[in-house]
């Protein structure tokens, strides 16, 4: 289990609903590392991670990889966060409402089915 989890005591309640960039930065900030640290066991560039940190950029799938070995935390999660990131500035770019979240759902049940 990773410094983040065993810590939770001492720090504000874990938000589920926080960004996947102001999650990594809560993990580094909670172990007093730079990014530069970082940096340096991940091999992520530190102008990088700063952008990812501040949701200017997203991580790829192989950054997320280093970063979720290098924090010890479950690689599932940040994608997870990574890909609802993605659908959530997808529909405020759209300017669109929940319903589309609603219609997703739909179809991504039928087709699973029609994939089967």
Same mark, same amino acid.
């Given at each position: 289990?990773?410094y983040?989890?065993? %810590?939770?005591?001492v720090?504000?309640?874990?938000?589920?609903? &926080?960004?996947?960039?102001?999650?990594?930065?809560?993990?580094?900030? *909670?172990?007093?590392?730079?990014?530069?640290?970082?940096?340096?066991?991940?091999?992520?560039?530190t102008?990088?991670?700063?952008?990812?940190?501040?949701?200017?950029?997203?991580? *790829? %799938?192989?950054?997320i990889?280093?970063?979720?070995?290098?924090? %010890?935390?479950?690689?599932?999660?940040l994608k997870? !966060? %990574?890909?609802?990131d993605?659908?959530a500035? !997808? &529909? &405020?770019?759209?300017?669109?409402?929940i319903?589309?979240?609603?219609?997703?759902? !739909?179809?991504?049940?039928?087709?699973?089915k029609?994939?089967?």
């Amino acid at each position: 289990m990773s410094y983040f989890w065993k %810590n939770m005591s001492v720090m504000k309640p874990y938000n589920a609903i &926080i960004s996947i960039g102001e999650h990594l930065r809560l993990l580094r900030d *909670t172990q007093n590392l730079s990014l530069r640290e970082v940096s340096h066991h991940t091999g992520i560039d530190t102008s990088l991670l700063g952008k990812i940190e501040r949701d200017k950029r997203q991580p *790829t %799938n192989d950054q997320i990889k280093h970063l979720a070995d290098f924090f %010890n935390i479950d690689e599932s999660l940040l994608k997870r !966060q %990574n890909l609802s990131d993605q659908l959530a500035y !997808q &529909i &405020i770019e759209a300017n669109a409402d929940i319903d589309v979240l609603r219609v997703a759902e !739909q179809k991504i049940e039928y087709l699973k089915k029609r994939l089967i």
